[in-house]
């Protein structure tokens, strides 16, 4: 009969080698370039944790079903009454625009999707939809909310896509003023990543000065998102270069956590919606800032207009 000793010093130094194998591929893969490291992910996504993917996505989906009747219902209802007693004004514009030459208001299409988190640990900024390149999804596609720009896709595969929020350290997007007056860029506070819960604005000139609570929107340029969708609204100066430049505090008009159910630009190919105009979509309506809009952020000055 095998001794208990000698069994039990087995068992540890298999775990001991089964730990220090461990560790050594998780340094391989902290030290490996983004590229490799996030070819390496989605092909774990498409293979090893697919049936755990599909799972969540379906309890998901479910969820949000039975949570979202109702409201769905009553949107229904609004749209379907906005159509009868806007369907003459739209016929018209449509028979307008055909004899007078003008294209379309929107030159490419979006679909529904649905939205889904892969829920592990460092990807809090990811997102999966349930359309792939099959659907014309592709790696630029913008994501669009009722609210305004939730994101984008990154990768597109045959049936899903993985994509980001505005949460995500990649994020960046052209912005302007909703008067047109100002551009800049905005992407997700620096000091925290992955878990970001406000943008920042740079680019603005040192004499141009933003309100608090002015809405910026997506400028159109760059060839990635469509112009005019809302981004944020401006909350507080966040740093000031003497004599250059001007960074503003931005509290985007969607929440990630809160977004189940988007539409995805499809396309054959990229770059049709930069051409594309949907302030239409997007009537003007008030948006509050957030209480800890008024505090000085991270490098910011005292006064909001430079003078001190």
């Given at each position: 009969?095998r001794?208990y000793?000698?069994?039990s ?6 775990q ?5 194998a ?5 340094l ?6 983004t590229?490799?490291q996030q070819?390496?992910?989605s092909?774990i ?7 755990f ?19 769905l ?6 749209l ?7 369907a003459?004004?739209?016929?018209e ?5 055909v004899l007078?030459?003008l ?13 889904h ?15 792939g390149?099959?659907?014309g999804v592709h790696?630029?596609?913008?994501i ?8 984008r896709v990154l990768?597109?595969h ?7 929020d ?9 912005v ?6 100002l551009?800049?860029i905005?992407g ?25 609570g002015t809405?910026l929107?997506?400028?159109?340029r760059?060839g ?6 809302p ?8 740093e ?6 001007r960074?503003?505090w931005v509290?985007?008009t ?7 159910h988007?539409l ?5 190919g ?7 105009d949907?302030?239409s979509l997007?009537p ?5 800032i957030?209480?800890?809009a008024g505090?000085?952020?991270?490098g910011?000055s005292?006064a909001?207009d430079?003078?001190g």
């Amino acid at each position: 009969m095998r001794e208990y000793g000698g069994a039990s010093g087995n068992g540890l130094r298999r775990q001991f080698l089964l730990a220090a194998a461990c560790l050594l591929a998780g340094l391989f893969f902290y030290l490996i370039p983004t590229g490799p490291q996030q070819n390496i992910a989605s092909g774990i996504r498409l293979t090893l944790l697919r049936p755990f993917v599909d799972i969540r996505s379906a309890l998901s989906a479910a969820r949000s079903r039975s949570r979202e009747a109702d409201m769905l219902r009553a949107q229904v209802d609004s749209l379907r009454a906005w159509v009868a007693n806007n369907a003459p004004a739209i016929e018209e514009n449509r028979r307008l625009r055909v004899l007078i030459g003008l294209a379309p208001l929107v030159e490419r299409s979006y679909r529904a999707v649905g939205v889904h988190r892969p829920g592990n640990l460092g990807s809090q900024s990811t997102i999966v939809l349930d359309l792939g390149y099959d659907q014309g999804v592709h790696g630029l596609s913008p994501i669009i909310t009722a609210d305004g720009l939730a994101g984008r896709v990154l990768e597109a595969h045959p049936s899903l896509s993985i994509g980001m929020d505005w949460s995500h350290p990649d994020f960046r997007a052209s912005v302007m003023s909703e008067d047109g007056e100002l551009y800049g860029i905005v992407g997700p506070e620096p000091a925290t990543f992955g878990g970001a819960e406000r943008l920042i604005l740079t680019g603005i000139p040192y004499f141009d000065v933003l309100a608090d609570g002015t809405l910026l929107v997506t400028s159109g340029r760059g060839g990635v998102y469509p112009r005019g969708v809302p981004v944020g609204r401006v909350g507080g100066l966040a740093e000031i270069e003497e004599g250059w430049h001007r960074s503003y505090w931005v509290y985007p008009t969607v929440h990630p956590a809160s977004v189940t159910h988007a539409l995805v630009g499809v396309s054959e190919g990229a770059g049709l919606e930069g051409e594309a105009d949907l302030s239409s979509l997007f009537p003007p309506r008030a948006s509050p800032i957030p209480d800890s809009a008024g505090e000085i952020g991270p490098g910011s000055s005292p006064a909001s207009d430079g003078s001190g």
